[in-house]
Nanobody
Framework: QVQLVESGGGLVQTGGSLRLSCTAS????????MGWFRQTPGKRREFVAAITWGGENTYFADSVKGRFTASRDNAKNTLYLEMNSVKPEDTAVYYC??????WGIGLYTGEDQYDIWGQGTRVTVSS
């Protein structure tokens, strides 16, 4: 199965942009539906975005819709999260996740629908 490593986190000002990457190794990346989640201290992991196996379809949480985009490059085994117009409430540790499931259209929003997780990358938005 794949292993996932996120990168690209850091400090960004309100209204700015940041691109997170998630690089997969050790498996067939294109066979996994992928997702992004985020977590702040004391809270459960929160769904952010989902993307289908080939990247044709995406789905976003209402809190980031219109500001974030997700994409993937299966040739590079990499998933991306483009974060625009960031807000202080976007501050969190961001995780990418891979799902072994193959039912439906491949847009999974539940934490329990993902099987493999990265270690997370921290994003801090300053006000």
């Amino acid at each position: 199965q794949v292993q996932l490593v996120e990168s690209g986190g850091g400090l960004v000002q309100t209204g700015g942009s940041l691109r997170l990457s998630c690089t997969a190794s050790g498996g067939t990346f294109s066979s996994y539906a992928m997702g992004w989640f985020r977590q702040t201290p004391g809270k459960r992991r929160e769904f952010v975005a989902a993307i289908t196996w080939g990247g044709e379809n995406t789905y976003f949480a209402d809190s980031v819709k219109g500001r974030f985009t997700a994409s993937r490059d299966n040739a590079k085994n990499t998933l991306y999260l483009e974060m625009n117009s960031v807000k202080p409430e976007d501050t969190a540790v961001y995780y990418c996740a891979a799902s072994n499931r193959d039912w439906g259209i491949g847009l999974y929003t539940g934490e329990d629908q993902y099987d493999i997780w990265g270690q997370g990358t921290r994003v801090t938005v300053s006000s």
